[in-house]
C-alpha cells in the first residue's frame, strides 16, 4: 500500500494554485538579503544578551555568563545535528544557521551556559549575592522560559507608560 | 489482504475543554491581543517596492494554498499575521513576497496543525521559483525578526468565546460560525484589518454572519443592534468602532462579490476559474 507512507494532501495535479506570482526570484539576492538580515539578528541577541552567538563567547554587559556542567540532558539537545536524516537538507555553515548550530560539536557535549543579570549598582561588594533572591554564594542556575517571560513582560509595561 | 482503512481522518482532535471558555481566558486573551498587532501602517512608512495590491495578491494565493491543503482554518489568518509583522519592521523587495508567504504558512502550520505543510510542497506552490533550502533558511530570518513570538491571538481565538454567550438556537450555530470563519479569512486579505484588534475583528464577524443569515431565516431572537450591543459588551470593545467594523466587512463582503460576478460577466472563465476568487466559496451562498 503505497498511500499510506505517502502524503495524505498531495499538492493536485495542474493546480491553479501553483504559479509564481512577482516574476523570476534572483537567488542570489535572496541569498545576500538572507545573511544581511542574520546578522542583524545576530548583532541585535548579541548586543541584548552581551554574548557572541557564532563563537559562543560571554561579552561584557548586564549578564554574567558561566558555563553549566553535567546537566544530564539528553544528548539530542546538545548535539546540533546528531539527527541528521534525510530532512537535513544540507544547510550552508554560514551565519544564517548560527543559532542554532555551534562552532564545534564538543564544546556541547557537556557543556551548556547559565546567564545571570548583574545589578546595575556600581558598588558592588565581592562575594555578595548576583541577585535579591539568592540566599549567599554565586548564583548557578540554568535559565527557564519564564525568566525571559519576566523580562518580556516588563520591557512592554515599561514602554507602555512614556 | 489489505486490512488497512484509509478513509479514517488521521487528525484526531480534542474535545473542546470548558474551561478554557471561561471568562478568566476570555480576559486573557484581550489583555494580550494587542502585543501581536503589525507596528505600523508599513506602507506608508516601510516598504518602498510593495504595493497594497500585491499584499492582495500574496494573500489570496495564500488563501487558496491553505482552502487546496484543507488546513485548519486558523492556518491562513496566523500566516498573514506573520508577514504584516515582518513587513512593518523589514523593507523587502516584492520579488521576495511570495517566498515570505510560504515561510509564514509553513510556521503557522507548524504551529496549528497535527501535519504540517512541507518545505517540499510550498515550493510546488511557487511554482518552483523558490527551494526547500530557500525557505528554510527564511524561516530562520523571519524567526528571528518576529523574536519567536509565534503564538500570536487570531480572530478565531474568540469565535467559541463569543458563541457561548449568545442566545442562540444551537442547531444555528455551526452555520454561524462557518460564516464567521469565512468573513475572518475575508479581513484577512484586506490590509484594512491588519491592524485592527482580533477581538474586533471576531465580534464584527460573528455580527455580521448573524445579520446576513437572518434576512433568509431566524437565526436569532435580538434584532441587528440589539446584537452589536451585546457583542460590543463580551469583548469590551466601543459599539460605534464595532458597528464601523461590521459595516467595513459587510463591505468588503459585497466588493468581492461584486468582482466575481464581473468575472461571470467577463464570460470567458469556466467555473473552475472561478472557484479560486478571492474568497472562500461559501461567502457567494450568503444572499444579499
Redesign the interface.
Known sequence: ?T??SG???P??HG?????????????E???R??DA??AG?LQ??RERWNFDFVTETPLEGNFAWEPVKGLGLPKLYLTPGSRGGPDD????PST??A??QGSSQEDHVDLSLSCTLVPRSPERPEGSPAGPGTSGGRKRRQTSMTDFYHSKRRL?FCKRRP | MELLCCEVDPVRRAVPDRNLLDDRVLQNLLTIEERYLPQCSYFKCVQKDIQPYMRRMVATWMLEVCEEQKCEEEVFPLAMNYLDRFLAGVPTPKTHLQLLGAVCMFLASKLKETIPLTAEKLCIYTDNSIKPQELLEWELVVLGKLKWNLAAVTPHDFIEHILRKLPQQREKLSLIRKHAQTFIALCATDFKFAMYPPSMIATGSVGAAICGLQQDEEVSSLTCDALTELLAKITNTDVDCLKACQEQIEAVLLNSLQQVRQEQRDGSKTEDELDQATTPTDVRDIDL
Open positions: 500500500m498511500e499510506r502524503d495524505a494532501r499538492v493536485p493546480s491553479k494554485a501553483c504559479r509564481r506570482l512577482f516574476g523570476p526570484v534572483d537567488s539576492q535572496l541569498r538579503d538572507c538580515l542574520m539578528c541585535e541577541a537538507l544540507g544547510r550552508r544564517s544557521a543559532l542554532l512592554i
